[in-house]
């Protein structure tokens, strides 16, 4: 707020003070995890002969939750019962509750959130600093002013039929708090309501007190973390009440506060039922913003997002001159909206469709005939293209600069991120530059991690990954030899934990993967991560494999979704 006072200052900054205070003694502020697998080991199920599993609470044996995993998961992930909402959450969340046009922007004076969760969304990994809450506060003073300012905003804030101060308030706070306001928390704020006037630099009444509430409100930890106090208490685990879980369907599918439909649900205890939330979610998922969120998870999922043009030598390569990282990655989000979107399909079509969108840069690369800027749709020789792996975005992306084929980062992209093997790291001081009369890039990677301790994790799965590849120049352009003329060999033998495959070229490759349990279950491990907001652990092994199951069976993206969205596991945490 643009006022300078100092019993103002002084009032908020004490107001503040006390709130946190009491709020995080109330709710001890444990950061136990969501997940009511909490300090169990893996595959010992979820409680003291419990299973959850899907909607129901079933008796079992320990180690049931693990049966046909072929993914490792560890014991146990960090969650918190209250977390912060993201930057992306706080925008959303500050539009819908003040009904703006537009994103406010002022989360871009906050400092960064944590990176390194794929998703962006993991509140276990978000804290509040000193500067982060002054943040919050100018953000939540400039909002208020803002509204005071605008008398139409300020009547988008008041409920039809309402006139008194006290029901404006309330009404504003349940949605504000995304559940009902304690009394206390409704006489504190229409007392300031009343005194807006004084505190603020509104000369009007009515706009003062909005810029009160509003100031307060969006600096409330109610507002900015999402509270989970959990209602009924069962052996290991809580079961969430039913705004706790308008909340969580509606960040884990819109990034945003619940809407009206999800808040009549809450109020009338509907949302307790799965056939309602069966319902809700999906309707929320049949919502753009639910199209926005199936196309963000499998972009970050896959990392598509972080997909970079690497320059090349233009003598060379004359077919990659005009490539460049935007188009390349305007390329690759179409196809994914494509994929799981437009046309229903889930992993096994992204990672095999003989398809691409095509822009007259990445022509040359596809030897097709395209003219137009603007990418579009082209069917490509089903000999050669199957799915991502085979267009220019993920080729570009691993190759290196000096003309060589990322044999090694295409590999390990291939066991870490489609698979979700663990791999060990590189040993110290290791050395990229392999000595050698090499004709192929593939002699030169054999020589350098073919022996030695490189080889555990390298000779049966990183580089058989990379060989599939090797049809595919740095560019992305399907070549049979070396620029020196030597043959290409494509063939190989990728191992698992207890089989292999073999395979000649990069069609054979992906259509062997997409069969595989551990393709679908690392798919569906993805999907439980980018929708509850936390990494996976091993009370979530039970879902992975229900939802690994389905995807290999066809199972849509969006009913995949349905699945880990109406899972118990969504409506429980830790009683710990």
């Given at each position: 707020?643009?006022?300078?006072?100092?019993?103002?200052?002084?009032?908020?900054?004490?107001?503040?003070?006390?709130?946190?205070?009491?709020?995080?003694?109330?709710?001890?502020?444990?950061?136990?995890?969501?997940?009511?697998?909490?300090?169990?080991?893996?595959?010992?199920?979820?409680?003291?002969?419990?299973?959850?599993?899907?909607?129901?609470?079933?008796?079992?044996?320990?180690?049931?939750?693990?049966?046909?995993?072929?993914?490792?998961?560890?014991?146990?992930?960090?969650?918190?019962?209250?977390?912060?909402?993201s930057h992306t959450q706080w925008e959303n969340s500050v539009k819908d509750l003040l009904f703006l046009d537009k994103l406010s922007g002022l989360?871009?004076?906050?400092?960064?959130?944590?990176?390194?969760?794929?998703?962006?969304?993991?509140?276990?990994?978000?804290?509040?600093?000193?500067?982060?809450?002054?943040?919050?506060?100018?953000?939540?003073?400039?909002?208020?002013?803002?509204?005071?300012?605008?008398?139409?905003?300020?009547?988008?804030?008041?409920?039809?039929?309402?006139?008194?101060?006290?029901?404006?308030?309330?009404?504003?706070?349940?949605?504000?708090?995304?559940?009902?306001?304690?009394?206390?928390?409704?006489?504190?704020?229409?007392?300031?309501?009343?005194?807006?006037?004084?505190?603020?630099?509104?000369?009007?009444?009515?706009?003062?007190?909005?810029?009160?509430?509003?100031?307060?409100?969006?600096?409330?930890?109610?507002?900015?973390?999402?509270?989970?106090?959990?209602?009924?208490?069962?052996?290991?685990?809580?079961?969430?009440?039913?705004?706790?879980?308008?909340?969580?369907?509606?960040?884990?599918?819109?990034?945003?506060?619940?809407?009206?439909?999800?808040?009549?649900?809450?109020?009338?205890?509907?949302?307790?039922?799965?056939?309602?939330?069966?319902?809700?979610?999906?309707?929320?998922?049949?919502?753009?913003?639910?199209?926005?969120?199936?196309?963000?998870?499998?972009?970050?999922?896959?990392?598509?997002?972080?997909?970079?043009?690497?320059?090349?030598?233009?003598?060379?390569?004359?077919?990659?001159?005009?490539?460049?990282?935007?188009?390349?990655?305007?390329?690759?989000?179409?196809?994914?909206?494509?994929?799981?979107?437009?046309?229903?399909?889930?992993?096994?079509?992204?990672?095999?469709?003989?398809?691409?969108?095509?822009?007259?840069?990445?022509?040359?690369?596809?030897?097709?005939?395209?003219?137009?800027?603007?990418?579009?749709?082209?069917?490509?020789?089903?000999?050669?293209?199957?799915?991502?792996?085979?267009?220019?975005?993920?080729?570009?992306?691993?190759?290196?600069?000096?003309?060589?084929?990322?044999?090694?980062?295409?590999?390990?992209?291939?066991?870490?991120?489609?698979?979700?093997?663990?791999?060990?790291?590189?040993?110290?001081?290791?050395?990229?530059?392999?000595?050698?009369?090499?004709?192929?890039?593939?002699?030169?990677?054999?020589?350098?991690?073919?022996?030695?301790?490189?080889a555990g994790c390298h000779t049966p799965r990183i580089n058989p990954a990379g060989f599939a590849l090797e049809n595919f120049s740095v560019t992305?352009?399907?070549?049979?030899?070396?620029?020196?003329?030597?043959?290409?060999?494509?063939?190989?033998?990728?191992?698992?934990?207890?089989?292999?495959?073999?395979?000649?070229?990069?069609?054979?490759?992906?259509?062997?993967?997409?069969?595989?349990?551990?393709?679908?279950?690392?798919?569906?491990?993805?999907?439980?991560?980018?929708?509850?907001?936390?990494?996976?652990?091993?009370?979530?092994?039970?879902?992975?494999?229900?939802?690994?199951?389905?995807?290999?069976?066809?199972?849509?993206?969006?009913?995949?979704?349905?699945?880990?969205?109406?899972?118990?596991?969504?409506?429980?945490?830790?009683?710990?």
């Open positions: 707020m643009a006022t300078s006072s100092d019993s103002w200052d002084i009032r908020m900054g004490l107001s503040n003070a006390v709130f946190i205070s009491l709020f995080l003694f109330g709710i001890g502020c444990s950061g136990a995890p969501q997940n009511p697998n909490l300090g169990k080991k893996k595959g010992s199920g979820n409680g003291v002969g419990e299973t959850v599993s899907g909607s129901e609470t079933t008796s079992g044996g320990g180690g049931s939750s693990q049966t046909g995993l072929t993914i490792d998961l560890q014991d146990q992930a960090a969650a918190s019962s209250f977390p912060r909402l989360s871009s004076n906050f400092p960064d959130d944590p990176t390194g969760f794929a998703f962006g969304n993991n509140g276990a990994s978000y804290s509040v600093s000193a500067n982060q809450w002054t943040a919050y506060r100018d953000a939540a003073e400039a909002l208020g002013e803002r509204i005071a300012k605008d008398p139409s905003a300020i009547q988008k804030l008041i409920p039809k039929g309402l006139t008194d101060n006290k029901a404006i308030v309330t009404a504003f706070l349940t949605r504000a708090y995304r559940r009902p306001p304690t009394a206390s928390d409704v006489e504190m704020i229409s007392s300031m309501f009343a005194k807006g006037t004084p505190v603020s630099d509104a000369t009007d009444a009515k706009a003062g007190g909005f810029a009160a509430m509003i100031t307060i409100a969006l600096q409330s930890p109610l507002f900015i973390y999402r509270v989970e106090r959990g209602d009924k208490s069962n052996g290991r685990y809580k079961t969430l009440d039913a705004y706790e879980i308008a909340s969580r369907l509606s960040y884990g599918i819109w990034e945003t506060m619940p809407d009206e439909a999800l808040f009549a649900s809450a109020k009338s205890g509907d949302l307790l039922k799965p056939a309602v939330i069966q319902t809700q979610v999906r309707r929320l998922l049949d919502d753009p913003r639910g199209s926005a969120i199936l196309s963000a998870v499998h972009s970050k999922g896959y990392r598509i997002d972080q997909f970079k043009a690497v320059p090349q030598d233009k003598n060379n390569y004359p077919e990659g001159a005009a490539l460049d990282s935007k188009t390349i990655a305007l390329e690759a989000q179409l196809f994914v909206d494509d994929v799981v979107v437009k046309s229903g399909k889930a992993a096994t079509e992204l990672f095999t469709a003989p398809y691409a969108f095509v822009s007259a840069k990445t022509a040359p690369i596809y030897e097709v005939t395209q003219t137009s800027a603007e990418p579009k749709k082209v069917n490509l020789d089903p000999e050669h293209r199957a799915g991502l792996l085979s267009q220019v975005a993920f080729l570009s992306n691993f190759s290196k600069p000096e003309g060589q084929t990322g044999i090694i980062t295409r590999g390990v992209y291939v066991a870490q991120t489609l698979l979700c093997t663990t791999l060990g790291g590189a040993p110290p001081n290791v050395d990229d530059g392999a000595v050698g009369d090499f004709k192929t890039n593939r002699e030169r990677v054999t020589a350098l991690t073919g022996k030695g301790s490189c992305g352009k399907w070549r049979t030899a070396e620029l020196n003329g030597t043959a290409l060999d494509a063939s190989g033998e990728y191992w698992f934990k207890e089989d292999s495959i073999k395979f000649n070229g990069p069609v054979e490759f992906m259509t062997e993967i997409v069969k595989r349990n551990e393709f679908h279950q690392c798919y569906a491990q993805k999907i439980v991560e980018g929708l509850f907001g936390r990494y996976a652990d091993a009370g979530d092994a039970d879902l992975i494999r229900r939802v690994g199951e389905a995807s290999l069976k066809g199972a849509s993206a969006k009913d995949l979704f349905q699945m880990v969205l109406t899972d118990r596991l969504l409506t429980l945490r830790s009683n710990q």
